[in-house]
C-alpha cells in the first residue's frame, strides 16, 4: 500500500487512529475510496441474518453505523475531509482526539475470533474481565448476561459505542472489583458522540 506523501512504513505506523463520521450506508465506500488514496483504514464489520419473504440471508453490517477510523497525520487531514462521504473527524469540543489503539485491537481480535459479536448499548462501568481463552485471550472488556448467554462488551469511549462478543462463563476471570458511582452513566448505542469539524 502507498501511503500518501510516500511516508515510510515505520512513520506511518506511528500515526494516531482517528474515528471519523461518515454519511450512513455508504462506510464501505468511504473505505474503499481513503484506502485508493493510500491511507490505512479499518471498517468494522458483523454479520446478521435478514428476513426476506422467501429466504434468509446473511449480510454483513458495519459494527458502528456512520463511523469508520483511519489512520493519517492530522496536521495534513484535508485530503481526507475532502473524500466522498467524510461528514467530520470525531473529537471533543474543538480538540481533535485520536482513538485509544488498545480499543481498536480489542475490537479486531473479537472479530478475527470467528466468534458472534454485535452493537450493543455503550456500557463505561461494570466488572471488568479478561478472557482466558484461545484467540480471546488477555481481551479486556465488561461481563454482562444477556438472555442467558454470557457477553464481553468491549467499547470505544471516544464514540460512546460498545461491541458485545458471545463467550463461555468459564473462559473469564475477573480483572477489579465492581465499581459504582453516582456519576456512573449508561450511554445507549444510538448516543451522539462528540465530533469536531475541521
Known amino acids: ?5 510516500e511516508a515510510s512504513s515505520e512513520a506511518v505506523s506511528r500515526l ?5 463520521h461518515v454519511h450512513s ?12 488514496q493510500g491511507y490505512a483504514c479499518f471498517l468494522p464489520l458483523y454479520k446478521v441474518v435478514r428476513k426476506w419473504s422467501d429466504r434468509l440471508k446473511e449480510l454483513e ?3 458502528f453505523p456512520g463511523y469508520l477510523f483511519s489512520q493519517f497525520d492530522f496536521q495534513n487531514r484535508r485530503p481526507v475531509l475532502m473524500t466522498p462521504g467524510v ?3 470525531v473529537g471533543i469540543g474543538r480538540t481533535p482526539v485520536p482513538v485509544e489503539e488498545s480499543e481498536l485491537e480489542s475490537i479486531r481480535q473479537a472479530l478475527a475470533s470467528g466468534l458472534s459479536s ?34 464481553v462488551v468491549l467499547s470505544l469511549n471516544l464514540l460512546q459505542r460498545s461491541v458485545a462478543v458471545e463467550v463461555d462463563l468459564a473462559w473469564v476471570t475477573p480483572v477489579g472489583e465492581v465499581r459504582t458511582s453516582a456519576s456512573s452513566r449508561f450511554f ?6 462528540p465530533s469536531l469539524s475541521l
Open 87 to 89: 461528514q467530520q473527524i
Open 118 to 151: 454485535q452493537p450493543w448499548p455503550y456500557l463505561q462501568v461494570g466488572e471488568r474481565v479478561r478472557v482466558r481463552y484461545g484467540s480471546l485471550n488477555n481481551l479486556e472488556g465488561i461481563l454482562i448476561n444477556f438472555k442467558g448467554r454470557h457477553r
Open 1 to 5: 500500500m502507498t501511503y500518501p506523501r
Open 16 to 20: 494516531p487512529w482517528f474515528a471519523l
Open 188 to 193: 445507549h448505542g444510538c448516543a451522539t458522540a
Open 61 to 63: 453490517q458495519p459494527l
Open 25 to 36: 450506508r455508504r462506510e464501505g465506500m468511504v473505505a474503499a475510496h481513503l484506502k485508493e
